[in-house]
């Protein structure tokens, strides 16, 4: 079985500038998690996602950023307006279920900002 | 709020030497579980183990093993005769269960460096 898919590994923008991350959860998953991690902080969730809703957004920055998980395709980590501060690894990790699954992590975005 | 601290925030040892990664939590539910993380040097994020707050037994996985104790709010690992490969920052996590969502807190990592 494939693991948990994000692409681009690595994405460069200028500030102002859109990012698009992806991520594709494991087969059979149907639920999607995105983490950041920053150098000084650690790793920090965002968001948590069911397929077509949004079930905890309580981590994630009030604005420029949002996250949708449709019903056909990956997941979508979306950061308009992107600064310097936004350099990170995001991750994004996934499980069957909510409850008492193991999240299992893809290999993560490297967002540098220039 | 629920807590994670790695008080460690690198270790050193030399090959085939023991080492233990702490790990002290804090949460106020009493459905919780743990979880420890490996991140290697190429980045990406590896699970290891997950035990549940109603399961305090120990588990030992080849050379690795864990150490829960409730009553010091504590799940350790310890590494046995540490190899090279070794070397990455591990992760301890925690997810309570109580708020509905089951998001990941983690603390900030130890390194550990395993020297030839």
């Known amino acids: 079985n494939a693991g948990v898919m994000q692409n681009p590994r690595h994405l460069v923008r200028r500030r102002g500038q859109e990012a698009r991350l992806r991520c594709s959860p494991m087969?059979?998953?149907?639920?999607v998690y995105w983490y950041r991690q920053l150098p000084e902080e650690g790793l920090k969730f965002m968001v948590y996602?069911?397929?077509?809703?949004?079930?905890?957004e309580s981590g994630m920055p009030k604005e420029r950023f949002s996250a949708e998980f449709p019903k056909e395709g990956p997941s979508i980590l979306r950061i308009q307006q992107v600064v310097r501060g936004d350099s990170a690894a995001y991750f994004c990790?996934?499980?069957?279920?909510?409850?008492?699954?193991?999240?299992?992590f893809g290999p993560g975005t490297r967002l540098t900002v220039l | 709020a629920q807590k994670v601290t790695q008080a460690q925030t690198e270790i050193s040892v030399v090959e085939k030497e023991d080492v233990t990664l702490d790990c002290v939590y804090e949460?106020?539910?009493?459905?919780?579980?743990l979880f420890w993380y490996k991140q290697p040097p190429s980045g990406e994020l590896v699970f290891l183990i997950r035990?549940?707050?109603?399961?305090?037994q120990n588990e030992i996985s080849g050379r690795y093993s864990w150490n829960f104790q409730k009553s010091t709010s504590s799940f350790n690992f310890t590494i046995t005769a540490s190899q090279v490969v070794d070397s990455a920052v591990y992760f301890c996590?925690?997810?309570?269960?109580?708020?509905?969502?089951?998001?990941?807190?983690f603390g900030k990592g130890t390194k550990l460096s395993v020297i030839p």
């Open positions: 996590a925690l997810s309570e269960r109580g708020a509905g969502s089951y998001q990941l807190t």
């Open positions: 087969k059979g998953h149907s639920h």
């Open positions: 996602l069911q397929k077509e809703n949004i079930i905890d």
């Open positions: 949460t106020r539910d009493t459905t919780y579980y």
């Open positions: 035990r549940n707050s109603f399961d305090e």
């Open positions: 990790a996934s499980s069957p279920s909510g409850d008492t699954d193991t999240q299992y």
